[in-house]
């Protein structure tokens, strides 16, 4: 069964552009979530997708954008890049949300996007 | 508001010691906390985690956890240590509410000597 994949593995950018990054997740999976893993800022949650829905996002500005297709992959936005957007991005997923509370699924990383703002 | 954090950036143990990376967290409400590993250039994997059962908590690789209420803590152990344990260790603490939203700590490198 093949696991979580992210592309490209490398992107690099120069402040003010744009940058997109792409998640598919395990097959049967529903649940996308990204997290970014930021030098000196540690890993912190970004957004939850599930069945094509914006479910949740944390404490980032609205240039962090994504969508979820009705095949469950993923893509990550984020425009008007700065030089403290350098990072790691992981994304994740998992089989679906366990009402009320979708964090107690097991979640299955993928090896992340390492964007750098130059 | 939930916050966690883990004690020690960096824990070195020699090959076959105990290891046990700390984790304290703080939570308005009955939480879900999680550890995660992360090893050299990869992702993270889910090594167990606590949903309001057992306090005891059994993960993967021999790891297991205990979560005490009365000392808000949820410390990683292994009875003994392995080369293949150096890694990145996470601990996360989630409330049980419709929020869903997950808090990571600062991490803990875990080096294993010869």
């Known amino acids: 069964e093949a696991g979580v994949t992210q592309s490209p593995t490398h992107l690099i950018k120069t402040r003010g552009q744009q940058a997109t990054l792409r998640c598919s997740p395990i097959?049967?999976?529903?649940?996308v979530y990204w997290y970014q893993q930021a030098l000196g800022l540690g890993l912190q949650f970004l957004l939850w997708?599930?069945?094509?829905?914006?479910?949740n996002r944390g404490n980032f500005p609205p240039r962090f954008s994504g969508r979820q297709f009705p095949n469950y992959s993923s893509e990550l936005n984020v425009n008007a890049l700065e030089l403290e957007d350098s990072a790691l991005y992981l994304c994740?997923?998992?089989?679906?949300?366990?009402?009320?509370?979708?964090?107690?699924?097991?979640?299955?990383f993928g090896p992340g996007t390492r964007l750098t703002v130059l | 508001a939930q916050s966690v954090t883990q004690l020690g950036s960096h824990v070195s143990v020699s090959e076959g010691a105990l290891v046990l990376l700390r984790c304290n967290y703080s939570?308005?409400?009955?939480?879900?906390l999680f550890w995660y590993v992360q090893y050299p250039n990869q992702g993270l994997q889910l090594l167990l985690k606590?949903?309001?059962?057992?306090?005891l908590v059994k993960g993967i690789n021999g790891f297991e956890a205990e979560f005490k209420k009365s000392e808000t803590s949820f410390h990683l152990t292994k009875p003994s240590a392995h080369m293949s344990d150096a890694a990145e260790y996470f601990c996360?603490?989630?409330?049980?509410?419709?929020?869903?939203?997950?808090?990571f700590g600062s991490g803990t490198r875990l080096s294993i000597r010869p």
């Open positions: 994740a997923s998992s089989l679906g949300p366990l009402a009320p509370h979708p964090f107690t699924d097991t979640q299955y």
């Open positions: 097959s049967g999976h529903t649940s």
């Open positions: 997708y599930d069945e094509g829905e914006e479910r």
């Open positions: 939570s308005s409400v009955p939480p879900y």
């Open positions: 606590y949903t309001s059962a057992a306090t």
């Open positions: 996360a603490v989630s409330e049980g509410s419709s929020a869903s939203k997950i808090i």
